[in-house]
């Protein structure tokens, strides 16, 4: 997003106020209704499958079962054209009339409202932390993964003393807090310093928005997020628990049009993953990838997270998105 008004735009905004059967009218696209789905041959590769392109119109999303274009609207435009999701997005706002001033107000003042509760940086950093620790290898975390994300064993004072630290830092890179995971068995499992508002920050966020793209998976905890970024996925973050708030789905919502929920195996979950994909719903392109029954990512093997993740259409290292 760029300040000039008449280059500015707000994704979600556009996607709100134009639907993707306004669009498809727009192309002339002419497909059969079944409920609340139309079906028909596919405009975007032009195939002559009668049965192969799929649009939702509850969830406003669509999906091509011969040529694997999917997506939300914004998606379709540019498939349609042969342009970026932005380019995609400012063709809509002009065409249909979506008021970008008013979008722009409406976003700076939902940053004031975000600016009035926030984490405040730490003004310190931990010293001694140990990276090589026998706890983080049988997590299966490599000394190049805990170096990068700063994670390690620390005996010095402190709230933290005798666990294993894990830094949390916010959209910027700032270092906000630090999260204790006990090695030992006592309790609580994991520590967090009194007054940090856990609810306002997306683990890992900063380096998923760096890896650019308009895809993220969502884990569950810390070492989720660390297992999955080393397979080769480092658009990926974590809620610190199956709960998503509302300033962390609002995080998710501004930078990112696809979400990918790899929550736990277990009852807990699944029932997340449901509760979270039908809020999301309409509002951006939504995928849920089933980790086996009674496990967590953190669990399965470089390979197995891969071939998930392959299942779903993701590739390593770059979003094909």
């Known amino acids: 997003m760029i300040a000039s008004a008449s280059n500015w735009v707000d994704f979600s905004a556009v ?3 134009v639907s993707l059967e306004t669009v498809l009218g ?3 696209v002419d497909l059969r209704r079944r409920g609340d789905q139309l079906q028909g041959c596919c405009p975007i590769h032009q195939g002559r499958r009668d049965d192969s392109f799929r649009a939702h119109l509850t969830r406003n999303v669509f999906h091509c079962f011969a040529c694997q274009a999917r997506g939300n609207v914004l ?5 349609m054209e042969r342009c970026s999701i932005r380019e995609a997005a400012l063709r809509l706002q002009q065409r249909f009339g979506v008021r970008a001033a008013e979008a722009r107000n409406k976003r700076n003042r939902e940053l004031v409202r975000k ?10 950093t931990l010293r001694g932390v140990e990276g090589n620790h026998p706890y983080l290898a049988e997590r299966g975390i490599d000394p190049a993964t805990a170096a990068e994300f700063g994670v390690g064993f620390y005996a ?9 630290v894990i830094p949390i830092r916010n959209l910027r890179g700032e270092l906000v807090a630090y999260a204790g995971r006990a090695v030992d068995g006592r309790a609580p499992k994991y520590k967090l310093p009194a007054g940090f508002r856990k609810s306002l920050e997306l683990f890992n966020l900063q380096r998923a928005v760096a890896a650019s793209g308009q895809a993220v998976i969502v884990v569950e905890g810390y070492f989720d997020c660390m297992r999955v970024h080393q397979a080769g996925f480092p658009w990926v973050v974590a809620p610190m628990g199956s709960c998503l708030s509302p300033a962390q789905e609002s995080s998710l919502l501004l930078h990112f049009e696809r979400i990918v929920l790899m929550l736990d195996g277990d009852a ?9 994909a039908t809020r999301l719903s309409g509002r951006c392109s939504v995928e849920l990838v089933g980790v086996p029954d009674g496990c967590q990512p953190d669990q399965l093997s470089p390979g197995a997270i891969r071939q998930l993740l392959a299942e779903s259409g993701i590739a390593e290292r770059k979003q094909p998105w």
């Open 26 to 28: 727009h192309y002339q």
């Open 115 to 124: 600016e009035e509760g926030k984490n405040v940086p730490l003004r310190f």
């Open 15 to 17: 996607k709100r106020a």
């Open 156 to 164: 010095g004072p402190g709230l933290m003393s005798g666990r294993v």
């Open 268 to 276: 807990a979950g699944r029932a997340a993953s449901r509760a979270i």
């Open 75 to 79: 998606d379709f435009v540019a498939a």
